[in-house]
């Protein structure tokens, strides 16, 4: 039971601090609306299920004796979230107000990019290896052990649904469209921001 509950605080910790997974949902729901936002969040969830299956099978082990792979792979979601952030940033055409035409952008495209946000997301790989190495004990079934990992899942899914959800709300925006230019820099910075800032800790 206590093991139990420090998964979820760290967990929940973990989720709702602001990261490149909570800057990508906000602009995928703003930009293209509540179903692309929560496809996206779906993506997230997904993508946290890369960590804990290289964790729980030993890859982190082998990450352990050969960092340049780690650092090539974490460079590599830097990468990612820089150009997402200067596509964003430079991006000056304007969005249409009508969710019932066809997005500019489809289903299999937002999630595929929340799944790449989280999979090369250095800030899970941290959280899901720390978790099962200093919290979940050895002696721990390996179902319960991919039923923690199950949980993480969800409690992204969960709180990204809500973010999204939240974001594509009419009012926020339609607020968040009339001010599309400032919004799209200051999502696009924050993106570029964190990808420079984890790129430079690779070097």
Partial sequence: MTELIAVALITVLAVISPGP????????????GRRIG????????????????YTMFGVS???????PVLQG????????????????FFNRTPVSRDLSARPAISAWQALYGGFLTNA?????????????????????????????GMFMSFAHWLW?????????????????LDHQQAVD?????????LGAALAVAQV
């Fill in 73 to 88: 792979i974490k460079l590599a979601g830097a990468c990612y979230l820089i150009y997402m952030g200067w596509k964003t």
């Fill in 120 to 148: 090369l997301n250095p800030k899970t790989t941290l959280f899901v290896v720390s978790t099962y190495t200093q919290v979940v004990s050895p002696g721990t079934p390996l179902a319960q052990q991919f039923g923690y």
């Fill in 21 to 32: 997974d909570f800057a990508m949902v906000t602009r995928y729901s703003y930009l293209f």
């Fill in 38 to 53: 929560l496809v996206c969040a779906l993506g997230i969830a997904l993508g946290v299920q890369v960590h804990v299956f």
């Fill in 185 to 193: 820099r200051g999502v696009g910075a924050i993106l570029m921001a």
């Fill in 61 to 67: 082990l082998l990450a352990h004796y050969a960092q």
């Fill in 160 to 176: 990204f649904s809500v973010v999204a959800w939240s974001v594509s709300s009419p009012v926020l925006r339609r607020a968040l």
